[in-house]
């Protein structure tokens, strides 16, 4: 007997899909029977080898060019989505940078890039494809966002502040936009990709150190949560911050 997929027939948008947790995220949900949207912003060829490492394991997938802070790039890129796979009924909000500044080298230029990608990143595609799924009764969002929202640290102003908006924003609309559209938040602790890069040995070791499961989480384990979330079996769940964090936040 055929074993059900959650996503069969349904249109999944990923910003930021071209890497990392976003990159994992298309690969499950294609995993789970939904045609999948991976939108990147300068790396096409990150973007084509994740389409084609899902049409090569039978799913249905296609890469978007759009920067997600800009208005007209994003209402193109969802209409272009439709057009090529149907009305999108999942989405899941990515892309996002991080700068670690303190309050001497954080400048209002740097503030204005993290929150434009971070924060207007999130806004933008969940304002242009909110009106679609309500109309027809049916959307379910995952935004991701960082414990650095709920444990801001002062070498993360401005990245601290960008997912604490995340989160707020998330909060605010799984009340406007129920009962047809669930909403929901993920808030990734040490995460194993590009984003840790920058992080000198001896902070990544003493992060490690402090948190109670002592390793960086997967990408894989991300989109584990994100596939909760957007499943029939988080039905009863919304405008929540799921944390997966190995039990960091949790510590004072």
Not at 43 to 55: D, F, G, S, W, Y
Not at 68 to 92: C, H, R
Not at 158 to 181: D, Q, T
């Amino acid at each position: 007997m055929k074993m059900e997929k959650d996503f069969e027939g349904k249109t999944a948008l990923v910003t930021g899909g071209s890497r990392g947790i976003g990159r994992a995220v298309c690969l499950d949900l294609a995993k789970g029977g939904a045609r999948v949207a991976v939108n990147y912003t300068s790396n096409r060829e990150a973007a084509e080898e994740t389409v084609q490492t899902i049409i090569q394991d039978g799913g249905e997938a296609s890469a978007f060019k759009a920067d997600v802070s800009d208005p007209e790039e994003v209402k193109k890129m969802a209409t272009e989505t439709e057009k090529t796979f149907g009305p999108i009924d999942l989405l899941v909000t990515s892309a996002g940078i991080v700068r670690r500044e303190n309050h001497e080298t954080l400048s209002f230029e740097i503030w204005k890039e993290i929150m434009e990608v971070n924060l207007d990143g999130t806004f933008l595609p969940v304002m242009a494809i909110k009106d679609g799924m309500l109309k027809r009764g049916f959307g379910r969002i995952v935004c991701i966002a960082s414990i650095a929202g709920l444990r801001p640290r002062p070498n993360n102003i401005a990245y601290s502040a960008s997912k604490a908006g995340v989160i707020g924003f998330v909060r605010s609309c799984s009340e406007a936009l129920a009962p047809s559209i669930r909403i929901n938040c993920l808030a990734p602790g040490l995460i194993e990709t590009d984003m840790i890069s920058t992080l000198a040995p001896e902070k990544r070791k003493a992060m490690i150190e402090a948190t109670p499961i002592p390793r960086t989480g997967t990408v894989e384990e991300m989109a584990n949560v994100v596939h909760f979330l957007l499943s029939e079996k988080a039905s009863f769940v919304t405008g929540q911050t799921y944390v997966a964090d190995g039990g960091r936040v949790t510590l004072p």
